[in-house]
C-alpha cells in the first residue's frame, strides 16, 4: 500500500502519495537511513554519468526504465550537479556493495565497482512507484524517498540454475529470466545445458550432441540448442546485467541425450534412442573407455572457450547407473580437464563422495533430513577447502510446488511455500561447516513441468526474490514478518513488468 498524505491548497484538496519508505527493497538493504526531503524526478532531471563507455552503458539502462514510464528526456551528462548521479569513488564498498544518497537535489549512487553502481540502480528503480516499469507515460510523482542507504552483499555467489535441457527456452526467454534475476541483485547464470532429455549447445567437433541430441525434449517435443552465437549473446547479455554465465554439462549420469547422438560413447558400442520421459539415473557415459575422455575434453574445451565466466558445471548428480569406483575414477579424470581449460569445477555435492580437486565447488542440493552421513561427508570436505554453494531442493527450488494445488512443478523434495523457502540461513544450515567455506546460494529452476515463459514465472516468484534476499542481505536483517510486508510491495511491479506469479496465502499482497 502507498501511504497517502493530503493537503490543501486554496480551494482543491490535492493527495499526493508518498514515497516508497527508504528500506522497502529486495533484498533488504545492509543499512538504511531515512531522513530528509525526498527527491522528486521531473523533466529537467538529467542522469550524470563518468565519461567511460562502461558507465554509459549503466546510464542509459537506467534510463531505458525511466524514460517511456515518465515521458521525460533524461538525458546523459558527464558533469557532476544535481539529478540522479553515478559515480565511482575510492572507499570500503568492495567488488558489488554501492552507497545511495537521496536529497531534494538528488540522488547520487556511489560504488567501488561498476557492478555497484549496477544494483545501487536496483535499489533506485525499487524505490520509484511500480508504475516507472510500465512501457507508455505514466502519472508520477516519481519521488525517492530522502536518507542513506550503504549496501554490499553477504555472498559473492547468489546464482539461479535454469534447466534448459528437459525444455528448451529460447535465448529471448532467457533474457527474460536475466532481467528478473537482476532485478534482485542476482549475479550468477547457472544453464543446464545437458541431461537426457536433450543436449543443447553446439559443440563442432560432435555436431550431433545439438542437432540430434537436442532434437526432443520431454513430451516429445521438438527442443532445440544454442548456436555458438546464441550462447555467446546469452553471456554478452547476462555481462550487461552483471550476471557471471555458469555452464553445465552434466556427467557421468543424464547423459543419454549424447550416448543418443554417438554409439561410440556407449560400453556396448549401441546407440539408445532419445528419451522424452522424466525418469533420472539411467544413463552413465562409458567410465573405462579412452574415447569418453577424448569427448569430455573436446567438449569443456569448446565450451570453456566459448565462456568468460570462471566456472563449469560438470555435474555428478544421480549417477545410479555408475558403480561408485567408477563415478571416482571418472570425477578424477575429468575434473583435471576443466583445470587444464582454465575454468574452476563446480559440481553436485556427491563430488564430495570422490576427490574434488582444490578450489572446487560443491553445490549441496540435498534436503533438511537429508541422512547425517552424507552431510557429514559435505562438511568434511568444506573442512578440506571444498566451498559450497547451498541449494537445498526443499528450500530452494524452484520447481518444487507451493501447495498441493499447485498446477505445476514438482514434490518429491516436498512442498515449498513462501515462507518455507525464506526462512532458513545458509550460515548455519549444514552443521560443522566454516563459514567461510559457503560461498553463496543458488535457486536452481528444473523444467520437467515448465514448458512456457509463464510457467518460469509462476514457480521463480515469489520465491526467487526470498533466495536472493538470503544471498545478498545480512543475517542481522533476516525476519519473515517484516520480509513478508516488502515482498508484498514488490507485486505491483510483477504486475506491471508482465510477471505472472503465485499469490501465496501467506503474503499481504496489495488488492489489484
Ligand atoms: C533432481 S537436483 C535432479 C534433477 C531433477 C530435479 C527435479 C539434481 C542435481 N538432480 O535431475 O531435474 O531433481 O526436481
Same mark, same amino acid.
Given at each position: 500500500?502507498?501511504?497517502?498524505?493530503?493537503?490543501?491548497?486554496?480551494?482543491?484538496?490535492?493527495?499526493?502519495?508518498?514515497?516508497?519508505?527508504?528500506?522497502?527493497?529486495?533484498?533488504?538493504?545492509?543499512?538504511?537511513?531515512?531522513?530528509?526531503?525526498?527527491?522528486?524526478?521531473?523533466?529537467?532531471?538529467?542522469?550524470?554519468?563518468?565519461?567511460?563507455?562502461?558507465?554509459?552503458?549503466?546510464?542509459? *539502462?537506467?534510463?531505458?526504465?525511466?524514460?517511456?514510464?515518465?515521458?521525460?528526456?533524461?538525458?546523459?551528462?558527464?558533469?557532476?550537479?544535481?539529478?540522479?548521479?553515478?559515480?565511482?569513488?575510492?572507499?570500503?564498498?568492495?567488488?558489488?556493495?554501492?552507497?545511495?544518497?537521496?536529497?531534494?537535489?538528488?540522488?547520487?549512487?556511489?560504488?567501488?565497482?561498476?557492478?555497484?553502481?549496477?544494483?545501487?540502480?536496483?535499489?533506485?528503480?525499487?524505490?520509484?512507484?511500480?508504475?516507472?516499469?510500465?512501457?507508455?507515460?505514466?502519472?508520477?510523482?516519481?519521488?525517492?524517498?530522502?536518507?542513506?542507504?550503504?549496501?554490499?552483499?553477504?555472498?559473492?555467489?547468489?546464482?539461479?540454475?535454469?534447466? =534448459?535441457?528437459?525444455?528448451?527456452?529460447?535465448?529471448?526467454?532467457?533474457?527474460?529470466?536475466?532481467?528478473?534475476?537482476?532485478? *534482485?541483485?542476482?549475479?550468477?547464470?547457472?544453464?543446464?545445458?545437458?541431461?537426457?532429455?536433450?543436449?543443447?549447445?553446439?559443440?563442432?567437433?560432435?555436431?550431433?550432441?545439438?542437432?540430434?541430441?537436442?532434437?526432443?525434449?520431454?513430451?516429445?517435443?521438438?527442443?532445440?540448442?544454442?548456436?555458438?552465437?546464441?550462447?555467446?549473446?546469452?553471456?554478452?547479455?547476462?555481462?550487461?546485467?552483471?550476471?557471471?554465465?555458469?555452464?553445465?554439462?552434466?556427467?557421468?549420469?543424464?547423459?543419454?541425450?549424447?550416448?543418443?547422438?554417438?554409439?561410440?560413447?556407449?560400453?556396448?558400442?549401441?546407440?539408445?534412442?532419445? *528419451?522424452?520421459?522424466?525418469?533420472?539415473?539411467?544413463?552413465?557415459?562409458?567410465?573405462?573407455?579412452?574415447?569418453?575422455?577424448?569427448?569430455?575434453?573436446?567438449?569443456?574445451?569448446?565450451?570453456?572457450?566459448?565462456?568468460?565466466?570462471?566456472?563449469?558445471?560438470?555435474?555428478?548428480?544421480?549417477?545410479?547407473?555408475?558403480?561408485?569406483?567408477?563415478? =571416482?575414477?571418472?570425477?578424477?579424470?575429468?575434473?583435471?580437464?576443466?583445470?587444464?581449460?582454465?575454468?574452476?569445477?563446480?559440481?553436485?555435492?556427491?563430488?564430495?563422495?570422490?576427490?574434488? =580437486?582444490?578450489?572446487?565447488?560443491?553445490?549441496?542440493?540435498?534436503?533438511?533430513?537429508?541422512?547425517?552421513?552424507?552431510?557429514?561427508?559435505?562438511?568434511?570436505?568444506?573442512?578440506?577447502?571444498?566451498?559450497?554453494?547451498?541449494?537445498?531442493?526443499?528450500?530452494?527450488?524452484?520447481?518444487?510446488?507451493?501447495?498441493?494445488?499447485?498446477?505445476?512443478?514438482?514434490?518429491?523434495?516436498?512442498?515449498?511455500?513462501?515462507?518455507?523457502? *525464506?526462512?532458513?540461513?545458509?550460515?548455519?544450515?549444514?552443521?560443522?561447516?566454516?563459514?567461510?567455506?559457503?560461498?553463496?546460494?543458488?535457486?536452481?529452476?528444473?523444467?520437467?513441468?515448465?514448458?512456457?515463459?509463464?510457467?518460469?514465472?509462476?514457480?521463480?516468484?515469489?520465491?526467487?526474490?526470498?533466495?536472493?534476499?538470503?544471498?545478498?542481505?545480512?543475517?542481522?536483517?533476516?525476519?519473515?514478518?517484516?520480509?513478508?510486508?516488502?515482498?508484498?510491495?514488490?507485486?505491483?511491479?510483477?504486475?506491471?513488468?508482465?510477471?505472472?506469479?503465485?499469490?501465496?496465502?501467506?503474503?499481504?499482497?496489495?488488492?489489484?
Amino acid at each position: 500500500m502507498v501511504a497517502v498524505g493530503a493537503f490543501t491548497t486554496g480551494a482543491t484538496t490535492v493527495t499526493k502519495p508518498d514515497p516508497t519508505p527508504l528500506g522497502r527493497v529486495v533484498p533488504a538493504p545492509a543499512s538504511v537511513r531515512p531522513g530528509g526531503s525526498p527527491y522528486r524526478i521531473t523533466e529537467a532531471t538529467v542522469i550524470r554519468v563518468d565519461d567511460t563507455p562502461k558507465a554509459h552503458r549503466i546510464g542509459e *539502462y537506467l534510463a531505458d526504465i525511466l524514460r517511456p514510464s515518465t515521458g521525460y528526456r533524461l538525458p546523459l551528462v558527464n558533469r557532476g550537479g544535481s539529478g540522479i548521479q553515478l559515480r565511482l569513488a575510492k572507499g570500503s564498498f568492495g567488488a558489488e556493495g554501492y552507497r545511495l544518497d537521496s536529497g531534494p537535489r538528488g540522488v547520487v549512487i556511489t560504488a567501488g565497482e561498476y557492478a555497484g553502481l549496477f544494483h545501487g540502480v536496483q535499489t533506485l528503480r525499487q524505490l520509484l512507484p511500480a508504475a516507472v516499469e510500465k512501457k507508455s507515460v505514466q502519472h508520477g510523482p516519481w519521488q525517492i524517498a530522502g536518507g542513506t542507504i550503504e549496501d554490499s552483499p553477504r555472498y559473492a555467489y547468489r546464482g539461479a540454475m535454469l534447466d =534448459v535441457s528437459r525444455h528448451f527456452f529460447t535465448v529471448a526467454q532467457v533474457k527474460r529470466y536475466i532481467d528478473q534475476l537482476a532485478l *534482485y541483485k542476482i549475479n550468477e547464470l547457472h544453464l543446464h545445458l545437458s541431461d537426457d532429455q536433450g543436449w543443447r549447445i553446439a559443440i563442432d567437433s560432435w555436431p550431433r550432441l545439438a542437432t540430434y541430441g537436442g532434437s526432443t525434449e520431454v513430451g516429445g517435443g521438438t527442443g532445440g540448442h544454442y548456436t555458438k552465437d546464441d550462447y555467446r549473446e546469452i553471456v554478452r547479455y547476462a555481462a550487461s546485467r552483471f550476471l557471471e554465465v555458469v555452464p553445465e554439462i552434466d556427467m557421468p549420469g543424464h547423459t543419454n541425450a549424447a550416448l543418443a547422438s554417438y554409439a561410440d560413447l556407449n560400453c556396448d558400442g549401441v546407440a539408445p534412442p532419445l *528419451y522424452t520421459g522424466t525418469d533420472v539415473g539411467f544413463s552413465s557415459l562409458c567410465v573405462g573407455k579412452d574415447l569418453t575422455y577424448r569427448f569430455v575434453d573436446d567438449v569443456i574445451g569448446e565450451l570453456a572457450a566459448l565462456t568468460p565466466g570462471r566456472y563449469l558445471h560438470i555435474g555428478g548428480d544421480e549417477a545410479q547407473s555408475t558403480s561408485h569406483e567408477d563415478y =571416482v575414477k571418472f570425477m578424477d579424470r575429468v575434473q583435471p580437464i576443466v583445470t587444464k581449460h582454465g575454468k574452476t569445477v563446480i559440481a553436485w555435492h556427491q563430488i564430495t563422495g570422490a576427490h574434488p =580437486v582444490k578450489g572446487a565447488l560443491a553445490q549441496y542440493w540435498g534436503l533438511d533430513d537429508t541422512d547425517a552421513a552424507e552431510k557429514a561427508q559435505v562438511a568434511e570436505a568444506a573442512k578440506n577447502g571444498t566451498g559450497l554453494i547451498l541449494s537445498p531442493a526443499d528450500r530452494a527450488y524452484l520447481d518444487m510446488k507451493y501447495t498441493e494445488d499447485t498446477p505445476l512443478g514438482q514434490d518429491w523434495a516436498g512442498l515449498v511455500e513462501v515462507k518455507r523457502s *525464506y526462512d532458513w540461513d545458509p550460515g548455519n544450515y549444514l552443521a560443522g561447516v566454516p563459514s567461510s567455506a559457503i560461498r553463496g546460494v543458488e535457486a536452481p529452476l528444473w523444467t520437467e513441468t515448465l514448458e512456457t515463459g509463464a510457467n518460469i514465472d509462476y514457480m521463480a516468484f515469489p520465491r526467487l526474490p526470498g533466495l536472493a534476499e538470503l544471498g545478498w542481505s545480512p543475517a542481522s536483517t533476516h525476519d519473515w514478518d517484516t520480509y513478508k510486508v516488502r515482498l508484498a510491495a514488490q507485486a505491483p511491479r510483477w504486475d506491471a513488468l508482465g510477471i505472472d506469479y503465485y499469490r501465496s496465502p501467506q503474503v499481504p499482497w496489495p488488492a489489484r
